[in-house]
Antibody
Framework: EVQLLESGGGLVQPGGSLRLSCAASGFIFSNSDMSWVRQAPGKGLEWVST????????FYADSVKGRFTISRDNSKNTLDLQMSSLRAEDTAVYFC???????????????????????WGRGTLVSVSS | DIQMTQSPSSLSASVGDRVTITCRAS??????LNWYQQKPGKAPNLLIFAASSLQSGVPSRFSGSGSGTDFTLTISSLESEDFATYYC?????????FGGGTKVEIK
């Protein structure tokens, strides 16, 4: 069965750390770009990070850059998100998603990519509160 | 970042109604526009990619159109399982950005 299953969410104090994991099955994980997308309670969707399947390149939202690290283990078909220096505004359901690359361009010397998300996990809740 | 604006933010409709949701991008995104459906407590589900391509397994009553900055999601005849929130998302540039959502409620 094609699926993504997240784990690792929970309650953490501001300034703390948490590591999320996503187990993938039913598709060729190593070839796939993979992402994290989050949704604050009652709010819309916000892209967090993507890691390339082809070259391991990593991309982050400005809101998490320098605090979150995305990684993958192709031998185990797992995707991780290491979150540190957590803030109240990081409180959200975090979804693991398989990303389809749609476009590559170069903008001011930097490679810019576009993706859509064709497979989603159920999500794991991260609550940052004292 | 490219801003995505959806309208309306919510609507009430009856089973059998034709429903149209609009999404506008802050700059031209060609046809790099995607639509998702999300039901309460569930993950989003891809409906339409590249503005008008129907994702496998999605009923044909869903359709998408548009290019440049203005896009539309149409449900030709609303069914009970279609009551949900719908999001557009641009895949033209990073960061991928989503519209604020349109909640389709039962009239």
């Amino acid at each position: 069965e094609v699926q993504l299953l997240e784990s690792g969410g929970g309650l953490v104090q501001p300034g703390g750390s948490l590591r999320l994991s996503c187990a993938a099955s039913g598709f060729i994980f190593s070839n796939s770009d993979m992402s994290w997308v989050r949704q604050a309670p009652g709010k819309g969707l916000e892209w967090v990070s993507t890691i390339s399947g082809s070259d391991g390149g990593k991309f982050y939202a400005d809101s998490v850059k320098g605090r979150f690290t995305i990684s993958r283990d192709n031998s185990k078909n797992t995707l991780d998100l290491q979150m540190s220096s957590l803030r109240a505004e990081d409180t959200a359901v975090y979804f693991c998603a398989k990303a389809q690359l749609t476009r590559i361009s170069v903008l001011r010397g930097a490679t810019v990519k576009g993706w859509f998300f064709d497979l989603w996990g159920r999500g794991t809740l991260v609550s940052v509160s004292s | 970042d490219i801003q995505m604006t959806q309208s309306p933010s919510s609507l009430s409709a009856s089973v059998g109604d034709r429903v149209t949701i609009t999404c506008r991008a802050s700059q031209s995104i060609n046809f790099f526009l995607n639509w998702y459906q999300q039901k309460p407590g569930k993950a989003p589900n891809l409906l339409i990619f590249a503005a008008s391509s129907l994702q496998s397994g999605v009923p044909s009553r869903f359709s998408g159109s548009g290019s440049g900055t203005d896009f539309t999601l149409t449900i030709s005849s609303l069914e009970s399982e279609d009551f949900a929130t719908y999001y557009c998302q641009q895949s033209y540039n990073a960061p991928p950005t989503f519209g604020g959502g349109t909640k389709v409620e039962i009239k």
